[in-house]
């Protein structure tokens, strides 16, 4: 069951309470991709970059599937570069540089060999660039899952409102539900974003875990409490990875099985933020996955006696 995968591939700078970096592999497509590998191949990624990004990156992306067919490369510009500070809670960063470079002029173009794909995750990118893929694909997916940022309701609204309206899964934090809804209560943020077109809603809340939304449904899957997160960066797309990995390698999106797969997106999530960049990522084996994914279970597992 093939997955295309559309986002950035980046270089970050990022710096936390921990640590700094000054130029490490990021993007949104990056962590989508390295996440999602580890449950259903082929990875069909659509992304853009410049002469600066790494061909070993690429060999390694390609020896898990990832098929880099729709990668633009682009010889005489830079790879999209983004810096993030993180505050002391880990929860909230402040964007200190975001550079287009190559990003500026993409015009993302779905491969031939890309046609078909049954899953859709449109991971963070200009809207308008999200309803591109969308539009070229001749065969209407069997789920599209769309991230998105505050950064693109502050610049691109009208369009980011657009996409909405073709995707039947949204991923944002809670300040983002704020903002898109106009809502405080984070009930009534859900029941207002699912008008605008998503039949599912997820909303991340950092450390405290992530609700999923459907109709009047709720369901709630908490984040791993961690001794130590040492860079939340790519927290959100490996969340999506593994979300929509798991829906793509059972071809159920069910409501039932999303409760699954926002267990196993938070499982991968909490790898993700073990280490600087995806780095954790192109570690861990299926063993370490099944484990983790066994923590979860502990976690929330519990019996009541009412009397
Ligand atoms: P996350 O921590 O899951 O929100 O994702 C962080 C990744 O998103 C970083 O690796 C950045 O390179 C990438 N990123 C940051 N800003 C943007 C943006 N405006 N559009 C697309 N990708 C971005």
Known sequence: MALITVGTMAFDAIETPFGKTDQ???GSATYVAYAASNFVKPVQQISIVGYDFPQEEMDEMKSRGIQ???VEIVPDKKSFFWSGKYHIDMNTRDTLVTDLNVLADFNPVVPDAFQGADFLMLGNLMPKLQMSVINQLKTKPK???MDTMNFWMDTAMDDLKAVLKKVDVLLVNDGEARQLSGELSL???ARTIMQMGPRFLIIK???HGALLFHENHVFF???LPLEEVFDPTGAGDTFAGGFIGHLAKTEDISFENMKTAIIIGSAMASFCVEKFGPERLKEITKADIDNRLAEFVQLVNF?????
């Open 205 to 207: 809340k950092g450390e």
């Open 24 to 26: 490490i592999i990021g």
């Open 221 to 223: 899957a908490p984040a």
């Open 303 to 307: 019996d009541i006696d009412l009397v």
């Open 143 to 145: 789920l599209i899952v």
């Open 68 to 70: 880099l067919d729709g």
């Open 187 to 189: 009930v009534k943020a």
